[in-house]
């Protein structure tokens, strides 16, 4: 299972929105609506942010959200903060119960 | 409050084995799964595959198949994840996060992280 495609960075200026895409294929992403989205801060735990393509864990911030359509999911960031900085990682699940995650997505916010 | 507690830095010679510990706190240990993901350093993550806690079952990835094991131990709610024929490519932080068994897709809570250094 080949990882999923993500833009190596992505950049805004506070307040700024940013969308981060994840391509896959017809045997993933497109195959089922299981992608999940996970905020890493250097030196932490990967942080589900982002569950079922569209949902969000109860309490986490509605600036954050989710999408898909065809075989590319996506991840838009609303009114950027400077905590936002961080990588980010789409993941799929796959066939035969497999996962496969995203290259990561460095987000800098200027 | 949910919690994974993974065991402590490792540090193994090329051909060695290691063993790293999962435990979970306050939930329903056998109602879940629990994958193990890899991070090498400065890399993306890496799922390795996973263990039913309830049955025992495991699925791995193709890339470890037949050097990895799975293994749980349900009274101390403890899972533990054995590389074999350690490599220098294995060296990374290893993560144990779980699932809700059942059609959930997504990994809600995250291990600390354990790092796995091979050198000789």
């Known amino acids: 299972q080949s990882a999923l495609t993500q833009p190596a960075s992505v950049s805004g200026s506070p307040g700024q929105s940013i969308t981060i895409s994840c391509i896959g294929t017809s045997s993933d992403v497109g195959g089922y609506n299981s992608v999940s989205w996970y905020q890493q801060h250097p030196g932490k735990a990967p942080k589900l942010i982002i569950y079922d393509v569209t949902q969000r864990p109860s309490g986490f911030s509605d600036r954050f959200s989710g999408s898909k359509s065809g075989n590319t999911a996506s991840l838009t960031i609303s009114g950027l903060h400077t905590e936002d900085e961080a990588d980010y990682y789409c993941?799929?699940?796959?066939?035969?119960?497999?996962?496969?995650f995203g290259g990561g997505t460095e987000v800098t916010v200027l | 409050q949910v919690q994974l507690v993974q065991s402590g830095a490792e540090v193994k010679k090329p051909g060695a084995s290691v063993k790293v510990s999962c435990k979970g706190y306050g939930y329903a240990f056998t109602s879940y799964a629990v994958h193990w993901v890899r991070q090498a350093p400065g890399q993306s993550l890496e799922w390795l595959g996973w263990?039913?806690?309830?049955?025992?079952?495991?699925k791995y990835s193709q890339k470890l198949q037949g050097r990895v094991t799975f293994t749980r131990d349900t009274p101390a709610n403890t899972v533990y994840m054995e590389i074999n024929s350690l490599e220098s490519e294995d060296t990374a932080v290893y993560y144990c996060?779980?699932?809700?068994?059942?059609?959930?897709?997504?990994?809600?809570?995250w291990g600390q992280g354990t790092l796995v250094t091979v050198s000789s």
């Open positions: 263990i039913n806690a309830g049955n025992g079952a495991t």
């Open positions: 993941c799929s699940y796959a066939p035969g119960s497999t996962w496969v």
């Open positions: 996060t779980r699932s809700i068994l059942g059609n959930f897709f997504y990994f809600d809570y």
